[in-house]
């Protein structure tokens, strides 16, 4: 059985775009992982740690039969293979791969949460999401993605707009 996955990709050191190109070529080059729909990709200012550049951010559907936690440890040595450097926590990046949803799978690991646990605060992950599926419902808080971006008050620091 293949589950749908969601995943938030994100970018802010280097050519943005292209650093998203690479990591969905990758991801299309996975064994057993088939890429369903890419959204538009989408600028947005950083949240959290203000003091770096702007992301590009967009939001991947694939399919796949792979354990989670495999797909996760893949995913996470393309960050790597790209040149992912986690020296400041949520700090300038030139790829980040996020694992949002798994069908409506619960996991909390020491190195794995999903959903996201602060996706449904995030602009620049439900606006690039809302093309992938508006209507899916996150398993614990029972709201739609449409449902999730129209409770985020308009936050002057959570800029996102499409490129």
Request: with cysteine; glycine share 4%.
């Amino acid at each position: 059985m293949k589950n749908r996955i969601f995943l938030s990709i994100g970018s802010n050191i280097g050519n943005l775009k292209e650093n998203i190109d690479q990591a969905v070529e990758k991801i299309k080059e996975l064994a057993s992982v088939e890429v369903v729909k890419v959204s538009k990709y989408y600028k947005s200012t950083p949240v959290e740690f203000l003091h770096q550049n702007d992301f590009v951010n967009c939001a991947v559907l694939i399919k796949t039969g792979i354990n989670i936690h495999k797909l996760h440890a893949k995913l996470q040595k393309i960050e790597v293979e790209l040149g992912k450097d986690k020296q400041i926590e949520n700090g300038p990046r030139s790829i980040d791969i996020d694992i949002i949803f798994c069908e409506d799978l619960v996991i909390s690991t020491s190195d794995l949460q999903v959903p996201h646990q602060k996706m449904h605060e995030r602009k620049f992950v439900l606006i690039p999401f809302m093309e992938l599926d508006k209507n899916f419902k996150h398993p614990q808080l029972n709201l739609t993605v449409k449902e999730l971006l129209a409770k985020l008050k308009d936050n002057h620091l959570q800029k996102v707009k499409e490129l």
